[in-house]
């Protein structure tokens, strides 16, 4: 069991440093760092910005799940059900308008295939621990109130 959880521990940070590098990026670069060849609208380029660090921030907080994993399943559940919400919004983007560049495709790949992988195998190693995890922590169970 520790062996899985290293692993899963290793693959997630290593998981975790692509949004934060293209969240960083984008926040750094603009929109203009994606390869749009046309004049860019400032409020667009705001917004993309602002939606790289959320990206960023995403990365960060799948990072902070590394230590102690298996007791992070209420986090990772939240943080995955946002990429997936995200994948969701960009495949119907797809739909909407069309093919997007094979970078977009490859971080739909990752956001609606990937991520709920990874949540999948860290129930398992939460559940092979004994530490299984509500989503939402009952407070009144747990003498809070």
Not at 37 to 64: E, K, P
Not at 87 to 96: E, N
Request: proline share 3%; glycine share 14%; charged share 15%.
């Amino acid at each position: 069991m520790q062996g899985e959880r290293r692993l899963l521990q290793r693959v997630v940070a290593v998981a975790a440093l692509l949004p934060i590098a293209a969240g960083l990026y984008g926040v750094l670069a603009g929109i203009d760092g994606i390869g749009t060849d046309r004049i860019v609208n400032i409020s667009a380029d705001s917004h993309f910005r602002y939606l790289s660090g959320l990206l960023a921030g995403i990365g960060i907080l799948f990072l902070t799940c590394v230590p102690g994993i298996e007791h992070k399943t209420g986090l990772f559940r939240f943080l995955t059900m946002v990429v997936v919400l995200g994948g969701l919004s960009r495949l119907l983007g797809l739909y909407l308008t069309g093919l997007p560049s094979l970078v977009m495709l490859g971080a739909l790949a990752f956001e609606l295939g990937v991520t709920p992988l990874l949540c999948l195998w860290q129930a398992r190693v939460a559940h092979l621990a004994g530490s299984d995890s509500p989503a939402i922590v009952d407070l009144t169970r747990e003498g809070a109130v």
